[in-house]
């Protein structure tokens, strides 16, 4: 331990970064220098499972948090019931305060407004991820008009329900020009599937979003089903990402959506703004 001690403080906080932040927090009762250690830390992650109170223990110990920057922030809360939205809203404006890169989000909730406005101007973020389970909609972004640009967003990872896909999908590629990597997944939907396998017209931009002009290379989509909606996405993504270098699709086989063949010739046989683009189509059971 005396060893140890010797650390100079920003070494011990690098080491105290390879242990999960409740960990990382209960090191403050070791000795008076531990007692602050923690709160230096630039990645915080709340990983919670559904049976832990997880509320009161982040408002403590979030409030005293003084690194200058949170370079990362993972939500992890499938605890509805006992973290409300207005909690997540706190927490991700603290992170927004701090120049946040990298923002994770996994909340399972009835409430679809957990976002606050201050995150749709977050000028710092390069990683978004977001994933809402089954029971909540997507946040809507209508309210906020375009008044949101994600200017360092490099890599986004969407989880959303079917249904909510394409407005969202849209506007943040709109606002996100120099993004490099975009990864979607869908949950299924049921109660929609029969709105939705109708010809209905899609909302993607007029104007080519700059970030498909200059900076996509990478793109994958889980769970693809094929039925108009997804198709529009798809090739439009496809027809308009001029550096695109992998394209991957996990298709997902059900009695609801075309059939896996017709799937795969689409997408194979749709034009490609890249001509270096590698295609990768997968079918799932």
């Given at each position: 331990?005396?060893?140890?001690?010797?650390?100079?403080?920003?070494?011990?906080?690098?080491?105290?970064l390879?242990?999960?932040?409740?960990v990382?927090v209960?090191?403050a009762?070791?000795?008076?220098?531990?007692?602050?250690?923690?709160?230096?830390?630039?990645?915080?992650e709340?990983?919670?499972?559904s049976?832990?109170?997880?509320?009161?223990?982040?408002?403590?110990?979030?409030?005293l948090?003084?690194a200058?920057?949170i370079e990362?922030?993972?939500?992890h809360?499938?605890?509805?019931?006992?973290v409300?939205?207005?909690?997540?809203?706190?927490?991700?404006?603290?992170?927004?305060?701090?120049?946040?890169?990298?923002l994770?989000?996994?909340?399972?909730?009835?409430?679809?407004?957990?976002?606050?406005?201050?995150?749709l101007?977050?000028?710092?973020?390069?990683?978004?991820?977001l994933?809402?389970m089954t029971?909540?909609?997507?946040?809507?972004?209508?309210?906020?008009?375009?008044?949101?640009?994600?200017?360092q967003?490099?890599?986004l990872?969407l989880?959303?329900?079917?249904?909510?896909?394409?407005?969202?999908?849209g506007?943040?590629?709109?606002?996100?020009?120099?993004?490099?990597?975009?990864?979607?997944?869908?949950?299924?939907?049921?109660?929609?599937?029969?709105?939705l396998?109708?010809?209905?017209?899609?909302?993607?931009?007029?104007?080519?979003?700059?970030?498909?002009?200059?900076?996509?290379?990478?793109?994958?989509?889980?769970?693809y089903?094929?039925?108009?909606r997804?198709?529009?996405?798809?090739?439009y993504?496809?027809k308009?990402?001029?550096?695109?270098?992998?394209?991957?699709?996990?298709?997902?086989?059900?009695?609801?959506?075309?059939?896996?063949?017709?799937?795969?010739?689409?997408?194979?046989?749709?034009?490609?703004?890249?001509?270096?683009?590698?295609?990768?189509?997968?079918?799932?059971?």
């Amino acid at each position: 331990m005396d060893n140890i001690n010797g650390l100079p403080d920003d070494l011990l906080v690098k080491i105290l970064l390879f242990v999960p932040t409740k960990v990382a927090v209960s090191t403050a009762v070791l000795s008076k220098r531990w007692e602050f250690l923690w709160m230096l830390l630039p990645k915080l992650e709340f990983i919670c499972p559904s049976q832990t109170r997880v509320r009161d223990f982040i408002n403590r110990k979030l409030p005293l948090h003084r690194a200058p920057v949170i370079e990362v922030l993972r939500l992890h809360v499938d605890c509805y019931l006992y973290v409300k939205p207005e909690d997540v809203k706190r927490w991700v404006e603290v992170a927004v305060s701090r120049s946040v890169r990298e923002l994770e989000i996994v909340y399972r909730t009835k409430n679809k407004n957990i976002i606050p406005s201050s995150f749709l101007s977050c000028k710092s973020l390069v990683t978004l991820k977001l994933r809402y389970m089954t029971v909540m909609d997507v946040p809507s972004l209508d309210e906020y008009g375009d008044g949101f640009v994600f200017n360092q967003l490099e890599h986004l990872n969407l989880c959303v329900k079917k249904h909510d896909l394409l407005n969202l999908l849209g506007k943040l590629l709109k606002n996100s020009p120099k993004l490099r990597v975009l990864d979607i997944s869908v949950e299924l939907d049921i109660d929609h599937w029969d709105n939705l396998n109708g010809m209905v017209s899609c909302n993607l931009p007029n104007s080519v979003p700059e970030c498909l002009l200059s900076s996509l290379q990478t793109f994958k989509w889980s769970r693809y089903v094929g039925r108009p909606r997804d198709r529009d996405i798809a090739l439009y993504i496809l027809k308009n990402a001029c550096h695109l270098k992998t394209a991957t699709f996990l298709a997902l086989k059900t009695n609801y959506v075309p059939h896996s063949e017709m799937i795969i010739e689409d997408l194979t046989l749709s034009p490609r703004a890249s001509s270096t683009c590698q295609l990768s189509i997968f079918v799932e059971d």
